[in-house]
Structure formats: C-alpha cells, structure tokens
C-alpha cells in the first residue's frame, strides 16, 4: 500500500513548468512526503522532501497543502532530460520507503 | 563522496541457473543497504535490507537470498533460478533509518532468465 496516490501520466512541453501532484489524505502528523524519480533504464533517485513547509533545492520545489492531505512538485523548467516515472512517497519513523506506480512525464520538444 | 557500484550491469541466465549479483558502496561507513526488483513495466519491490554485517530482513518470501559479508558489500544470491526471476535489480544504500531516510540508488543489473 504506497498510501499516496498520483496521475498515471503527464505531458509537459519543454521550457515550461510542470507541476506534478500527489494526494496523500491519510497522511500522519509526523509522515514526511519524499519524491524520487526514476529515468529510463536507471535506478531512482532522490529529487526532494518536506513535512510541512514547501521546500526549494537545485532540482525541485515541493509545495505541500496546509492540511498536508496533498502536495505537489514543481519543476521550473522542463527540459528533456526530465523525462522520468516520479514517484510520491510517504515516509513515517518506522517505515521503509514504498514505491507505487508513480507518474510517467513525458516532455514534448 | 559517496558512489554504489553494481555487477555486473546484464545478465541472462537459464532457468535453474545460479545467480550472484553483487553491490559495493565507497565513501560511507556502516550503510544501510537494499535490495529492490523491478519487473518490466512494474514498481519497486523490497527484497531485503541489512543495517549490519551479517543481518539481513526479508520482505518477500520467494528462492532468493541476501548476504552481507562486508560492511560495504551486499550480495543477492539465487541456487536455482525461475522465469520469474527476471527483472531489473537495484541496490541502494543510506545512512539514515527513519522519516527522513534518503536512500541512494546504484546503477541496477537487468537480468533475464530463459
């Protein structure tokens, strides 16, 4: 049970921002929202993470609802090597990551 | 800094084969490590993770089977290999148990089973 729920895919021009979301409504209070994405033929690989605030880094801006029950990633600037499955992810103390079937993007040229 | 290395990157192997597939990790000490399969077109799935040489938790019942003979050294085995079997293996390490967990991916070994 991955407890969160995403888009089975998304399009995406290049050079646009996309916005990617997750809906996570039986989150906990101390749950943390992790996102990995995975590019073809290659192991996943960590983008960002939050639990309350929204969070900025070299790749990603993670927005998370005020209630916490949804959260969404942003990419400023799609470009063709973002082409990957991302997966949401839920994270409590004690549990090990779950990766559902996440969301395929696809970028168009 | 911190790289996993897997091996070997493809492999195809008959049916009731043996398989050892092997995972190092550099620039870290005393890691977390996992094992993960990928089917074609399928999620991840939790094989077995170890927080130390010599323990291992497995997730999934199933012919396989995990070691870790050196603090920075995880090893899937199989005696006899099943159709099944075939999938995309990845290895991953952390640091860190718990929320805020990060886990870092190797490069994987697709293997084929026929």
């Known amino acids: 049970d991955a407890k969160t729920t995403q888009p089975n895919s998304m399009e995406s021009n290049e050079e646009e921002p996309v916005h990617l979301p997750c809906n996570h409504s039986?989150?906990?209070?101390?749950?943390?929202i992790h996102w990995y994405r995975q590019l073809p033929s290659q192991g996943p690989e960590y983008v960002i993470h939050?639990?309350?605030s929204n969070v900025n880094n070299r790749m990603a801006s993670l927005a998370i609802a005020e209630d916490r029950k949804s959260s969404t990633l942003i990419l400023h600037r799609a470009t063709l090597r973002d082409a990957a499955v991302y997966y949401c992810?839920?994270?409590?103390?004690?549990?090990?990551?779950?990766f559902g079937k996440g969301t395929r993007l696809h970028i168009l040229p | 800094s911190q790289t996993i290395h897997q091996w070997p990157a493809t492999l195809v192997q008959p049916v009731g084969s043996p398989l050892s597939l092997e995972c190092t990790v550099e620039?870290?000490?005393?890691?977390?490590l996992y094992w993960y399969r990928q089917a074609a077109g399928r999620g991840l799935q939790l094989l077995f993770y170890?927080?130390?040489?010599?323990?291992i938790s497995s997730e999934v019942p199933q012919n396989l089977s995990a070691s870790r003979p050196q603090d920075r050294q995880f090893i899937l085995s199989s005696k006899k290999l099943l159709l099944s079997d075939s999938g995309f293996y990845l290895c991953?390490?952390?640091?860190?148990?718990?929320?805020?967990?990060?886990?870092?991916f190797g490069p994987g070994t697709r293997l084929l089973v026929l």
């Open positions: 991953a390490w952390s640091v860190h148990f718990g929320a805020q967990e990060t886990q870092y």
């Open positions: 039986t989150i906990s209070g101390t749950d943390y």
């Open positions: 939050g639990l309350t």
């Open positions: 992810i839920l994270r409590g103390r004690d549990d090990k990551i779950i």
């Open positions: 620039g870290t000490s005393n890691p977390n």
């Open positions: 170890s927080v130390g040489i010599g323990q």
